[in-house]
């Protein structure tokens, strides 16, 4: 299978090339990705806990799924296409936002990105991918805020950078 390639963008995001996805994140060159948030209708989040077999941050919690965009892809359609891959379901997504972060990993690789948050809601339980996802769970945004300063470790670097600098975007 060929690897997947990343859109590289400048920080304007306009796209400047592409490029194997490991290749990028070896090198931490700055490439388009996408980070959804789903709720369902008491206001929770639904988090994934990452698959053990993760390139980078296997077992960490995260946002509902996130993932980087095709090339010819819109950020909705890319959203929406991982919403069913990892979590078995899509839903209706609204984008409320970007922003540019870099986190270098234990294993010498670095996402250095330009992510876009987008925001949906679902009521239903995920049929969740054991390639993907090793569990979900849903939880309030002060549940997962006093979470993240107890247990900061247990989460993934972008989904912590979101949840303090991000926060009212997601928080509907």
Partial sequence: MKEEQVILVNENDEQIGLMPKMEAHEKAVLHRAFSVFVFNNKNELLLQQRAAEKYHSPLLWANTCCSHQREGESNLVA??????EEMGFVCDLEEKTSFIYKAPFDNGLTEHELDHIMVGFYNDNPV????????YKWMSLEAIKKDIEKQPEIYTAWFKIIFDKYYEFINK
């Fill in 128 to 135: 969740i991918n054991r390639e993907e996802v090793e569990s």
């Fill in 79 to 84: 959203g929406k296409r991982r919403l069913q």
